[in-house]
């Protein structure tokens, strides 16, 4: 029992910091599919949920942070990342957070721009939901492929 619970807060735990980890921890961990998508997606919604509620603050932080060692205030990342906005929105991000960016980020990004929180959960949601039944599904037909060549 406690084995299967540190299978599922491992997927759980690595969604929550990079997306595509859960569906490669679900598959390395002989989860079946349901659990890989359930966990991977709750992984990503507790960071989105935290980081919903903290962004603003960690964004400011980190303004002050680069303002006092003198860094430059765009680089190339930041540029790319207004381009996505002014493009695409909220619903850009969203769609990107788990392929381009991590809940993490994608979720700070978004409450940046002034999101309300219950739209960043609400797109988010759908984003973690669509991403982890497509990846995990394309991680588990892709060890099928590979064992036959092994």
Not at 7 to 27: E, N, R
């Amino acid at each position: 029992m406690a084995e299967e619970i540190l299978k599922y807060m491992s997927v759980y735990f690595i969604s929550m910091i990079k997306f595509i980890g859960g569906p490669m921890a679900g598959i390395s961990l002989k989860l079946s599919y349901m659990e890989t998508v359930l966990f991977t997606v709750a992984g990503m919604m507790t960071s989105v949920i935290v980081f919903s509620f903290i962004g603003r603050a960690a964004s400011r932080w980190y303004s002050n942070y680069r303002r006092e060692k003198k860094k430059p205030v765009f680089g190339s990342k930041s540029r790319r990342i207004v381009r996505i906005w002014s493009s695409f929105g909220v619903i850009g991000v969203a769609f990107l957070t788990p392929l381009l960016l991590t809940p993490v980020f994608g979720t700070i990004v978004a409450a940046v721009f002034g999101v309300p929180r219950r739209s960043i959960i609400l797109h988010m949601l759908w984003s973690a939901v669509l991403w982890s039944f497509l990846l995990t599904y394309m991680v588990f037909e892709f060890q099928e492929v590979a064992l036959q060549y092994f």
